[in-house]
């Protein structure tokens, strides 16, 4: 998985027999997942990825491969090179893996109209409320900030949070376009240089735990398939890198304020589907604090990272049957079909206390805490050793040099709720070995 090695590798061909198939580009950041899952959903399909890491498995279940450049990370080179891919290989374009491109509009106006979709929710909701809310955020550019869903004139970025400073309102920094909270920075660090050379958005931090809920949408209805828990980790003063997600999620700590607000999140996803058109897969990224309020973060508009566990434990569980796929869903709902009327686990009838939902998958991305080479081969033999059970992927090509902070592998396992500690101990032994194997 790791970055460094993107600008060296090759087109990759793996023939297959049959050439009359239907070709899928799947373009973003890391498109394993999504070429299993397409694979295993639809294997008569011819499988083109197109990312940063070009990591082994991915190369491997795909029929062919190319890799980004790099040094052209800017929306019109990522378009241009998706385009001239699609062309190649007359191929159908799905978006996967956290590519931040615009399709259509901007992300600013995407925020504002999540904000007063939210609003009109909790007006013609019975009582009046509605437990989610939206963080205060304001458009910033060269210095100046906006606030979101008002007409008011724009303020300096820098009285703004000089205001604030003796206030309970911490903020946040959210470079445009990034994606994987790579783009997110503390405030004050760097405020002067960051705002005034800048684009981007200045939001009120919220504390608590990250949750990110899956959805498929299609022409008539909106499915919410679960709700996963968002792992984050810390690298200098970007305190929000994602690192994995696991899920499903039943409840939060038991009863009362613990209790998911099922009714609410579908009704919002619903909503949210409707006024943005979305056909498919999509992603909403919440906050809920310590009071029990659930704050909306961001909506993303493609199947996300953390459908892959969504995926494994549905298939795990027989929920989902093992020749069908999430990716295969998302084709057909794009193409006005309603595939998951076919699934039988979704979230209002499911039974929680069953022993089938008290497991979960844990998708854990592992960051190098050093610079290094990556030995694949020598953390298997380690794997091996030590009768460690997790699931290794997105494997970078031998030998490949990561920096520090940069992603090595993923681990992927099951946990049951009945050895969650033992679970726990296993995954920090695992990471540990991961991050130690890495050579001079």
Not at 250 to 264: A, D, L, M
Not at 304 to 312: K, L, M, Q, T
Not at 381 to 398: G, H, N, Q, V
Request: proline fraction near 4%.
């Amino acid at each position: 998985m790791a970055m460094g090695g993107s600008g060296r590798l090759e087109t990759v061909t793996n023939p297959r027999d049959g050439e009359n198939r239907p070709a899928i580009l799947l373009a973003g950041a890391s498109v394993r997942w999504a070429a299993q899952s397409l694979r295993r959903g639809m294997p008569n399909s011819l499988v083109i990825g197109l990312d940063w890491f070009g990591d082994s498995d991915t190369r491997m279940v795909c029929d062919q491969f190319h890799p980004f450049r790099a040094g052209e990370e800017s929306q019109e080179n990522l378009s241009q090179q998706i385009e001239s891919v699609a062309n190649l290989h007359a191929a159908r374009v799905i978006r996967v893996g956290g590519l931040q491109i615009s399709c259509g509009g901007n992300s600013w106006q995407q925020w504002n109209r999540l904000q007063a979709i939210v609003r009109e929710i909790a007006v013609a909701s019975d009582s009046g409320e509605f437990p989610v809310a939206t963080p205060l955020t304001y458009q910033c550019s060269a210095g100046r900030c906006r606030l979101a869903g008002s007409n008011c004139d724009d303020v300096s970025a820098a009285d703004l949070i000089a205001e604030t400073s003796g206030r309970p309102i911490r903020w946040i920094w959210k470079q445009t376009n990034s994606t994987g909270g790579m783009g997110i920075r503390s405030i004050p660090t760097s405020t002067e240089s960051i705002l005034e050379s800048s684009d981007g958005w200045l939001q009120q931090r919220i504390t608590g735990r990250s949750y990110g809920l899956v959805a498929i949408a299609s022409a008539n209805q909106t499915h919410v398939l679960g709700l996963t828990v968002g792992l984050h980790q810390r690298f200098g003063d970007r305190p929000f890198v994602y690192s994995g997600s696991r899920g499903p999620v039943s409840q939060i700590g038991g009863v009362g304020v613990g209790e998911v607000p099922w009714r609410h999140l579908q009704t919002l996803s619903e909503q949210v589907a409707k006024s943005f058109s979305l056909r498919g897969l999509f992603n909403l990224d919440f906050i809920r604090d310590a009071t029990g309020r659930w704050w909306l973060l961001e909506l993303n508009a493609r199947p996300s990272a953390s459908c892959e566990v969504i995926e494994r434990w549905a298939t795990d569980t027989g929920w989902m049957g093992s020749d069908d796929s999430l990716m295969r869903m998302h084709l057909e709902a794009i193409d006005g079909g309603d595939p998951a009327s076919r699934l039988n686990w979704l979230s209002e009838s499911t039974d929680w206390s069953s022993s089938s939902t008290r497991t979960q998958w844990i998708k854990r991305i592992v960051f190098a805490n050093q610079e290094g080479v990556v030995d694949v081969s020598t953390i298997r033999k380690r794997w091996r050793a030590e009768s460690i059970t997790i699931e290794l992927a997105d494997l970078p090509p031998e030998r490949t040099r990561v920096a520090v902070g940069e992603p090595i592998l993923t681990l992927l396992f099951r946990v049951d709720d009945r050895a969650k500690k033992m679970a726990s101990a296993q995954l920090r032994r695992a990471i540990r070995i991961v991050q130690g194997e890495l050579l001079p």
